[in-house]
């Protein structure tokens, strides 16, 4: 996911009605609790999606806690990975960050971060309130580390109007599919019907060929962490495959290197079909912003079993902030409950994501709010949305699963140029895995 600020301001805030919410929902505390907070600082570490949101969510969380002093540090989603690993090797101060189930247990197993269930006892109350696949994505041996910034799923997403005026009823179905209803409207004219966002350094390239895979009902790894795209039947194997052959063999397929880019060139009606991120649907239809606003739907992943990745990216407590002392971590507790938790009742940040950009949500509570349903129905057919949404599961996780996405997304960047073939990146691939793992003690 490339994350761009977004220009969001208290007055659109307040005019959505989030901010009354925020500022009536949670009780103000009195001065004991703001003496007992008080001089306490927070270096909070994020990737830069909505930064100037999250400011103007930490100024109402100083309202609340005037003791509480955070200090925000933000990086690209493409190099977040790698600086959020230096970062916490050379223990630069970082009390709370964004993490995500692909690297919460590289991140635990190095001792960086901190079941946050050890340390507050509400924690566990939320698992009846949140998404499976987003809880699954949380928990580590069996120990909860975070709760939700956001979660989402990755969609297939088509231009509804194209496949209209090539004379195509509905959106594919399988793989096979999209191959035959991207090779008719090339017959027609369109030089390549199927976009891909496709950089090595991109954590969304591993992301989305995970939903992707898991359309046809399978997953990359086994119970035991082993490989399961070395069988060349398997499903992970066939859709690796199909990108391949999508570019080379059959010329249905281009890329782009970010999303910012992909949802420009899907605005231009130059192509037909994309994975992304959900909620790149909100901006694909978005009048202020594409000609083609409206023309985007959402159909179920191609495949045999429909399924799609589901995923949390959550906030997480670090060791260094526990290591600090009781006063720092009762501070970050709060940062987090106001951040993700509710409160009388209320998600009031979850909410403003949602309704002001489209960003998932991992509570349940907010899959009926009036005011989400609303704003979602503007951009996506929500009860395919729904259908999708119920067909979502998280994806199995290993300690060294971050590295060696790093090294996967080279052999399939690779592979898709047609410099190496389908058989030398599957197994390079698995030569990296089975290293890593004997590396880790797997």
Not at 82 to 93: A, D
Not at 223 to 237: I, K
């Amino acid at each position: 996911m490339e994350r761009q600020p977004v220009r969001l301001t208290r007055r659109s805030f307040a005019a959505s009605g989030l901010g009354a919410v925020a500022a009536a929902a949670l009780p103000r505390f009195g001065s004991s609790a703001a003496s007992a907070q008080e001089a306490v600082d927070l270096n909070f570490h994020i990737w830069q999606y909505g930064v100037e949101t999250v400011q103007d969510n930490i100024k109402r969380f100083h309202e609340l806690y005037p003791g509480v002093k955070i200090s925000l540090s933000d990086v690209p989603w493409n190099s977040y990975h790698e600086e959020s690993v230096n970062r916490l090797r050379s223990k630069t101060p970082t009390d709370v960050m964004y993490n995500g189930g692909d690297w919460l247990e590289e991140f635990a197993t190095a001792g960086w971060v901190v079941p946050l269930e050890d340390h507050f006892d509400w924690v566990r109350g939320y698992q009846d309130k949140i998404f499976p696949f987003a809880w699954q994505d949380m928990v580590f041996q069996d120990k909860v580390y975070g709760l939700p910034y956001y979660a989402d799923t990755i969609t297939f997403m088509y231009n509804e109007q194209l496949l209209k005026d090539a004379g195509i009823a509905s959106p594919p179905q399988t793989w096979e599919e999209v191959t035959e209803q991207s090779l008719a409207l090339k017959a027609k004219g369109m030089e390549y019907p199927y976009l891909y966002v496709l950089a090595q350094d991109l954590p969304t390239v591993s992301e989305a060929f995970v939903s992707t895979v898991f359309g046809r009902g399978g997953e990359l790894i086994d119970e035991n962490d082993e490989p399961l795209w070395t069988d060349p039947n398997s499903p992970a194997a066939k859709q690796f495959k199909w990108f391949v052959d999508a570019r080379n063999v059959d010329k249905i397929l281009t890329f782009v290197s970010n999303e910012t880019d992909a949802v420009g060139a899907m605005s231009t009606g130059q192509h037909a079909f994309i994975v992304l991120y959900n909620y790149h649907l909100a901006e694909l239809n978005d009048a202020a912003r594409s000609d083609r606003a409206g023309q985007f739907k959402v159909a179920l992943m191609p495949g045999e079993t429909h399924e799609c990745y589901g995923f949390s990216k959550f906030y997480n407590l670090t060791k260094m902030a526990v290591d600090r002392g009781p006063e720092v971590v009762n501070a970050a507790g709060e940062f987090i409950r106001y951040f993700a938790g509710e409160i009388d009742g209320q998600y009031p940040i979850a909410k403003r994501w949602a309704v002001e950009n489209g960003v998932g949500f991992g509570v349940k509570p907010l899959f009926d709010d009036p005011d989400v349903r609303a704003a979602y129905s503007k951009w996506i057919d929500v009860d395919k949305w729904t259908e999708q949404l119920s067909l979502a599961r998280a994806q199995r996780h290993t300690p060294w699963q971050g590295i060696w996405n790093e090294l996967f997304r080279l052999e399939h960047v690779r592979a898709v140029a047609g410099e190496t073939s389908v058989e030398d990146a599957l197994q390079a691939s698995a030569d990296n895995w089975n290293e890593l793992k004997s590396q880790f003690g797997g």
